[in-house]
T-cell receptor, first 113, second 115 residues
Framework: DQQVKQNSPSLSVQEGRISILNCDYT??????FLWYKKYPAEGPTFLIS?????DKNEDGRFTVFLNKSAKHLSLHIVPSQPGDSAVYFC????????????FGTGTRLQVTL | SAVISQKPSRDICQRGTSLTIQCQVD?????MFWYRQQPGQSLTLIAT?????????ESGFVIDKFPISRPNLTFSTLTVSNMSPEDSSIYLC????????????FGPGTRLLVL
């Protein structure tokens, strides 16, 4: 049972435009969400997170939106840069229980010139 | 954040052998985890490494196959035992920091190829 889903395995965006990566979850007990970026041959790098008490969190070019009623979150990158090309993983956790992240399958973002 | 190192960074091993992967963190952490990322798949939690006691394994993973040590709050090892080609994967160490907010950080990973 895939509790965290990233339905788009890949996304291609032109440099300077907005990249929107989507993530859906099924477990209503999740109350904290994270995005990780992963380059080939490296471990995932924490990017940004959001608590379920918020609907938006912004950090520079990265903004995460949370729609609890739809059980949906999205990561916006604007403007997109070639260095943003990587695999992006969405992760969720129920902080009230054992701290165990549940990851999505990832979306490969390619930012083209 | 946390500075996490893993050794080896990659290895090629023969079927039936075992490999021990080391994870070192730059400061004491309560929770350390071991993940696996098989080709084209998401990150899967193998086990939580508990300091001073046996690791807590996720469904589908057993201690005989993936023995884990956690001798102190900055170090852990994962052994992949009696390897088969299906064990070819990236193995990642991860730690949890709860300040300023609860976030999990990952090591660079160990890329394992079993022939």
């Amino acid at each position: 049972d895939q509790q965290v889903k990233q339905n788009s395995p890949s996304l291609s965006v032109q440099e300077g435009r907005i990249s929107i990566l989507n993530c859906d979850y099924t477990n209503s007990m999740f109350d904290y969400f994270l995005w990780y970026k992963k380059y080939p041959a490296e471990g995932p790098t924490f990017l940004i997170s959001i608590s379920s008490i918020k609907d938006k969190n912004e950090d520079g070019r990265f903004t995460v939106f949370l729609n609890k009623s739809a059980k949906h979150l999205s990561l916006h990158i604007v403007p997109s840069q070639p260095g943003d090309s990587a695999v992006y993983f969405c992760a969720a956790i129920n902080t009230g229980t054992a701290s165990k992240l549940t990851f999505g399958t990832g979306t490969r973002l390619q930012v083209t010139l | 954040s946390a500075v996490i190192s893993q050794k080896p960074s990659r290895d090629i091993c023969q079927r039936g052998t075992s490999l021990t992967i080391q994870c070192q963190v730059d400061s004491q952490v309560t929770m350390m985890f071991w993940y696996r990322q098989q080709p084209g798949q998401s990150l899967t939690l193998i086990a939580t490494a508990n300091q001073g006691s046996e690791a807590t394994y996720e469904s589908g993973f057993v201690i005989d196959k993936f023995p884990i040590s956690r001798p102190n709050l900055t170090f852990s090892t994962l052994t992949v035992s009696n390897m088969s080609p299906e064990d070819s994967s990236i193995y990642l160490c991860s730690v949890l920091r709860d300040s300023p907010q609860e976030t999990q950080y990952f090591g660079p990973g160990t890329r394992l190829l079993v022939l």
